[in-house]
């Protein structure tokens, strides 16, 4: 490690706007292009059903598929943002979105869902994800972590919740082909700013971190060897201990929950109890609003609250909500319906920012790496979840038996989020441990 003494090297932390801002506001840009197609398959499903016939199953699986992908590649995604840089990577895995969305208005046939849909837009949209996020509030940020995760978390929402009604009007009013053309614009658009402004790390751009103190910062080593060794390594390393397998379980259950079951499947759900297309995915796109207030508080909460705690309560929370939905779905939107999208919004991905501090405080500089693959777990559970709702709705006709079973599984993630370890408050720089427990290297992940 070399120590930021020089002038030059300090001096990005006097300047009025800190970079990391900048960065933080660009990564923002990127995650919210990417997000167009997170929601789009609710929209899309009832027009490729309307032209080519293809079943809820089959269309599922495409999205379980992408859902897969997206968290699978995410570890590897880490170690590459370390090994080639993220603006590389962050440029490749908008393109690949754009491919996908754009590619897909060729489809003829259903095998071809897997293409565009499941792996083009899956490896590209894993490929940034929610490691993207931790990187870059990782790396360029130590006063104000947990609100930067919040907030670039909430980007994906804001995607959603600006991107999914005209994508739903597009589908139901023009085409969906057009849709799918707007998704991938959008996608490429974000591609020239992610190469002017976004950096790896602040001395790339002559400064420290925000909020690291200048006589005491060191920068870290960067890393070298294999991306692909060092993800599998990370992983070899956190199945060893009980809070990776913990975090992993519940945070599965929390994709399970959210991508795979409303992200998926409430804009069909709504439209099999009379209500319109538009009008569902607008309910959506509320709980997008409301994600963005639910996830920026919950970072800020994360700086300041037992992060186990907050899980409890996001998990217990949100399966109260899935027990009532059969009740509440009609074909109007009345009072209950309302405040469902409204708690369930706030609850949304609520959960990221303290599990990923979770993984920070546990596992040390090797923290990123194994939140990749805790966020794997999470599209796992999605992508279960996305193929196993639509079976149900083809075998009993209703979704009401997919609602229960992820109000069930809240509970079981509830349980298992008491179960992490807690290692909260003040701990010296290097590396400690404690007998049975997880090996922390705080102070690096915190420039890691």
């Not at 972590?145 to 919740?161: C, I, S």
């Not at 609003?289 to 920026?296: L, R």
């Not at 800020?300 to 899980?311: A, M, N």
Request: hydrophobic share 55%; aromatic share 10%; proline share 5%.
């Amino acid at each position: 490690m070399s120590r930021l003494s020089t002038d030059p090297r300090l001096a990005g932390h006097r300047r009025r706007v800190h970079p990391a801002w900048w960065v933080a506001g660009v990564a923002f840009v990127a995650l919210f292009a990417a997000a167009g197609f997170r929601a789009a398959p609710g929209a899309l499903m009832v027009p490729l059903h309307d032209e080519f016939g293809w079943s809820t199953s089959v269309m599922s699986l495409a999205v379980a598929v992408n859902l897969l992908l997206y968290g699978l590649v995410s570890p590897f995604a880490a170690a590459l943002m370390d090994r080639f840089g993220l603006r590389r990577v962050v440029s490749t895995a908008l393109t690949l979105v754009a491919l996908g969305a754009g590619g897909s208005v060729l489809m003829t046939a259903s095998w071809q869902l897997l293409v565009f849909w499941g792996v083009l837009i899956g490896a590209g949209t894993g490929s940034m994800a929610l490691v993207f996020a931790a990187t870059v509030a990782n790396r360029w940020f130590v006063a104000r972590r947990g609100l930067v995760m919040g907030v670039l978390t909430a980007g994906q929402a804001t995607g959603q919740l600006v991107l999914l009604p005209p994508t739903a009007f597009l589908a139901e009013h023009v085409g969906w082909r057009v849709a799918s053309l707007v998704i991938a614009a959008v996608a490429l658009a974000a591609v020239p700013l992610v190469g002017l402004v976004i950096r790896d790390h602040p001395e790339d751009r002559g400064t420290i971190p925000y909020g690291a103190d200048p006589t005491t910062y060191t920068a870290p080593q960067r890393p070298a060897g294999s991306a692909v060794r060092r993800a599998l390594e990370g992983l070899a390393f956190a199945v060893r201990h009980r809070t990776f397998w913990a975090l992993a379980v519940a945070f599965a259950i929390c994709g399970a929950t959210t991508n795979g079951l409303i992200g998926i499947h409430f804009i069909p759900s709504a439209h099999d109890h009379g209500m319109e297309a538009t009008t569902a995915a607008g309910l959506l796109a509320v709980v997008g609003v409301f994600d963005i207030a639910g996830t920026i508080a919950s970072g800020w909460l994360t700086d300041k609250i037992d992060p186990r705690k907050l899980l409890v309560f996001y998990y217990a929370f949100r399966g109260v909500g899935l027990l009532l939905l059969p009740s509440l779905l009609s074909d109007q939107v009345h009072p209950s319906m309302v405040l469902f999208v409204v708690v369930y919004g706030l609850d949304w991905v609520a959960t990221v920012p303290p599990t990923s501090a979770l993984c920070r405080e546990h596992f040390g500089e090797r923290g990123t790496i194994v939140f990749g693959w805790v966020f794997a777990s999470h599209q796992i559970g999605a992508a279960v979840a996305a193929f196993g709702a639509g079976i149900v709705r083809d075998v009993f006709g209703t979704y009401t038996y997919a609602w229960w079973a992820g109000a069930a599984l809240c509970a079981i993630a509830a349980v298992l989020s008491i179960l992490v370890t807690s290692r909260r408050g003040p701990t010296p720089t290097g590396t400690s441990a404690k007998p049975g427990g997880d090996s922390t290297t705080d102070a690096a992940a915190g420039a890691h």
